[in-house]
């Protein structure tokens, strides 16, 4: 049974500093996916990374995956506060567009 | 492009009653559709996949006979709560994607109620 554990759960931060979460599976997968969650809201898709040692960026944030190592991280560099939100990380199992998603991590940025 | 939305947003029914989801690909035809509950403040589980014009696959725990899926075109997938009670409350939402991508486009989301 695939499992995705995130790290931390919970995560607050000064606004300006860097910090990583980080995304382990349990059994192999090529297709690991990073989505926002805002309170209240759906999810607002950030990275689709698709093979080992992909890397992607979009302002801030960059998304890497190791599938060797079964990890992934998401660096947030000089976080400012719109960036608050809960942050999930999602693997496909088996290939078949099933995701299954980790615990989430609820980010808290201050001012 | 890749807009999905979701019917309604938001509903509150009694204990008993059924109630009706739609999930509709506006602007592409998704083959697959996806469902997913969200309980407060959790992580989001996958329910069941449906294919156009096929019946829906569940997951283990999830019971198809309370939750009916129909996806009767490429456009439109509905989930129903039947005889819904309390504990069915939590927030809904669908996804749709085209065969052989690997992206899905997620819906708003609805929130259900059950008093």
């Known amino acids: 049974e695939l499992k995705v554990e995130q790290n931390p759960l919970f995560l607050s931060m000064q606004e300006g500093k860097n910090y990583t979460i980080y995304c382990n599976y349990s059994?192999?997968?090529?297709?690991l996916y990073w989505y926002r969650q805002d309170p209240g809201k759906s999810l607002e898709s950030l990275f689709v990374?698709?093979?080992?040692?992909a890397v992607k960026q979009e302002g801030r944030l960059m998304a890497s995956l190791d599938t060797k190592a079964r990890l992934s991280t998401l660096h947030i560099t000089a976080a400012v506060h719109d960036l608050s939100a809960t942050y999930f990380c999602?693997?496909?199992?088996?290939?078949?567009?099933?995701?299954?998603f980790g615990q989430g991590t609820r980010l808290t940025i201050n001012p | 492009g890749a807009v999905v939305s979701q019917h309604p947003s938001r509903v509150i029914c009694k204990s008993g009653t059924s109630v009706k989801i739609e999930c509709r690909s506006l602007?592409?035809?998704?083959?697959?559709m996806f469902w997913y509950r969200q309980f407060p403040k959790k992580s989001l589980m996958l329910m069941a996949t449906?294919?156009?014009?096929?019946?829906?696959?569940?997951e283990q725990g999830v019971e198809k006979d309370k939750f009916l899926i129909n996806h009767a075109s490429l456009t439109l997938s509905t989930l129903t709560v039947t005889s819904a009670h309390p504990e069915d409350s939590s927030f809904y939402i669908c996804?749709?994607?085209?065969?052989?991508?690997?992206?899905?486009?997620f819906g708003p989301g609805t929130r259900l109620t059950v008093t």
């Open positions: 996804s749709a994607a085209v065969f052989a991508s690997y992206e899905q486009y």
């Open positions: 059994t192999t997968s090529d297709r």
């Open positions: 990374l698709l093979s080992n040692g």
């Open positions: 999602a693997v496909d199992r088996q290939g078949a567009q099933k995701l299954v």
């Open positions: 602007d592409f035809q998704a083959t697959t």
């Open positions: 449906s294919n156009e014009g096929s019946k829906a696959t569940y």
